[in-house]
């Protein structure tokens, strides 16, 4: 079943009373659980598959309501995605403090529970509304997968569907036979232990295979077009370049993050180049799109444009006097920081869209190098302003998945918008409240919540202090031969439909090979299956991947509940 022909087979109303209700307790239940798992973690699981059920479960199993439908369900799902996304940005609060303690931040940054509110609820809120006119361009025109936010329509859909027509209709069996498999997959690996989650080849460079489900299920999605590209990325990062870098004094040992360190300058070039390059090539595609988006032209299902400009007003001046006010970081600094975050999340709507993954810390950094030549020296400007971009980037991202689970199930993306609008301060209060309880229980660092994306920001923040002669050699090199290739890739696949994307080969380049081994792997299964039986392959694929994606991260997050509460497993 194709998405289109599935797109209008959800009817019903969606933004009730009681959908918000159920999708604002989800959302503080997934905002409140969010920050441990990625503080531990290093990384989120799914949150679109694990809000569409937990919002089942209350809509239908618990609540019983009458005349529930898919998308209600949906409201649910998308309020649970943007609490969680803002949530996720707990991790620059973790590198704020990993700073402090090193003292590296003088005078010290603390920002207190309501200083922690307004900075992520005005930063959410401005990446929600940005996001707003570029939904018709990736979703409608582009038909990007997102394959996040379609494997949770999906999920929606079957569920919704296996309701009516009972447990045995084919779909639901799959979904429910790759979340059994996924779930029982964690079980053995992360809470019994019974054999390691990952198996190393080469331990320093992370090569290996991580026995993740959830992996395979996304690159089944994806596709083997994108995972190819992927494995092109994989292979020139972690097995052509270490011995070259090592041998030619660029990198001083051949271990992963010394050839991360390197290789994150020609893995952005390829993303910034290939992406903003791919919106100049259909620059009237763009133009129709914000045309149609002008006063009465405006469909009533689209979110009013003239809201998008207003709100995104009012919103920059409140971050910009929120970062004035809390961290001493001028005004004039904050709005270029808003300018430089539009690019930026262009990029990472396109690199999401195709490969999954959000290149959040790879252009986090970039920015991170712009600031440090914008007020050399200056850490705070450095980490507020870099974390601002990110923030903004983040929260887009989680709106255009939810956008794709609508296109799904015909939802409408005024409500879907609003839905988000209303859980982004959900979320935000959630982490400003949380945050703080997980540092003081656990601690921040390597005797506690390690988080490995802070280490990485507060490590690269202090590294930069030392000016840009800091940065390994070789690298801005390298960020020129990325973005040169990135420009002749997407001009290659204006004619060429298999030219690798750049997109993809970029986030590549920047994954552990242990984790893309196995999302590879997935790729290849979806073109094996489509070879041999194309019409089950059509039928059962989607249901399928969704429940690997799921098993894996609906454990994930009931693990940071039960942790946030004491009980760790």
């Not at 997934?30 to 973690?41: F, H, N, Q």
């Not at 803002?86 to 403090?97: G, H, I, K, N």
């Not at 879907?416 to 949380?434: D, E, H, K, R, W």
């Not at 059509?538 to 509940?561: F, H, K, N």
């Amino acid at each position: 079943m194709t998405q289109t022909q599935n797109a209008t087979t959800a009817t019903g109303p969606e933004l009730t009373g009681r959908s918000i209700a159920v999708g604002l307790v989800v959302a503080l239940v997934i905002g409140s659980a969010y920050p441990y798992c990625v503080l531990k973690l290093g990384f989120g699981p799914n949150l679109s598959v694990v809000s569409a059920f937990f919002g089942f479960i209350a809509l239908v199993l618990i609540l019983r309501a009458a005349g529930t439908n898919a998308r209600e369900n949906n409201i649910v799902q998308t309020m649970g995605t943007s609490a969680g996304q803002t949530s996720f940005m707990c991790v620059l609060l973790a590198a704020f403090d990993m700073l402090n303690e090193k003292g590296v931040l003088s005078p010290p940054i603390h920002l207190g529970m309501w200083q922690i509110f307004f900075w992520l609820c005005s930063a959410s809120l401005l990446g929600i509304l940005l996001a707003v006119p570029m939904r018709r361009h990736y979703i409608d025109e582009e038909n990007l997968t997102y394959a996040d936010g379609l494997a949770a329509g999906e999920t929606i859909r079957v569920l919704h569907e296996g309701r009516e027509k009972g447990a045995s209709a084919g779909p639901v069996k799959a979904l429910g036979l790759g979340s059994l498999a996924s779930g029982t997959l964690m079980i053995l690996t992360s809470f019994l232990k019974v054999f390691p989650d990952t198996l190393f080849l080469m331990q320093p460079m992370n090569i290996g295979f991580n026995w993740s489900l959830l992996s395979f299920g996304s690159g089944l999605l994806v596709g083997f077009r994108i995972c190819f590209a992927m494995a092109i990325g994989m292979f020139v990062s972690w097995f052509l370049l270490p011995s070259y870098l090592v041998h030619h004094g660029m990198i001083p040992e051949m271990t992963f993050p010394m050839t991360l360190r390197w290789v994150m300058w020609p893995a952005t070039g390829l993303m910034v180049a290939g992406g903003l390059m791919s919106l100049a090539l259909k620059w009237n595609l763009i133009v129709k799109t914000f045309r149609g988006l002008r006063g009465s032209k405006i469909d009533h299902r689209d979110f009013p444009m003239r809201w998008v400009v207003v709100g995104s007003i009012v919103m920059t001046v409140v971050v910009c006097l929120v970062q004035y006010f809390s961290m001493g970081i001028p005004v004039w600094l904050s709005f270029i920081a808003v300018l430089l975050s539009l690019p930026l999340m262009l990029v990472g709507l396109r690199v999401l869209g195709e490969t999954n993954w959000g290149p959040i810390s790879a252009m986090s950094n970039m920015m991170q190098a712009v600031f440090a030549f914008i007020s050399p020296g200056n850490v705070p400007v450095n980490m507020s302003s870099s974390g601002l971009t990110g923030t903004i980037a983040v929260t887009s991202e989680a709106l255009m998945q939810d956008f794709k689970a609508g296109q799904l199930l015909g939802s409408n993306s005024r409500n879907l918008t609003i839905a988000q609008l209303i859980a982004a301060p959900v979320g935000s209060m959630a982490t400003a409240v949380v945050y703080p309880l997980l540092r003081d229980k656990f601690g921040i660092g390597p005797q506690g919540l390690s988080s490995p994306i802070s280490v990485k920001w507060a490590g690269f923040a202090e590294l930069l202090t030392k000016g840009l002669n800091a940065l390994p050699p070789g690298c801005l090199v390298g960020l020129g031969i990325g973005i040169a290739v990135g420009i002749v890739l997407t001009f290659l696949a204006e004619k060429y439909e298999l030219t690798p994307s750049p997109a993809a080969i970029g986030i590549g380049m920047l994954l552990p090979a242990s984790v893309l081994m196995v999302f590879i792997l997935g790729g290849v299964g979806q073109l094996v299956w489509s070879r041999v039986s194309e019409k089950s392959e059509g039928d059962y694929r989607i249901p399928l991947a969704s429940g690997l994606i799921a098993g894996e991260a609906i454990l994930a997050v009931v693990q940071a509940i039960l942790a946030a509460a004491g009980i760790n497993l």
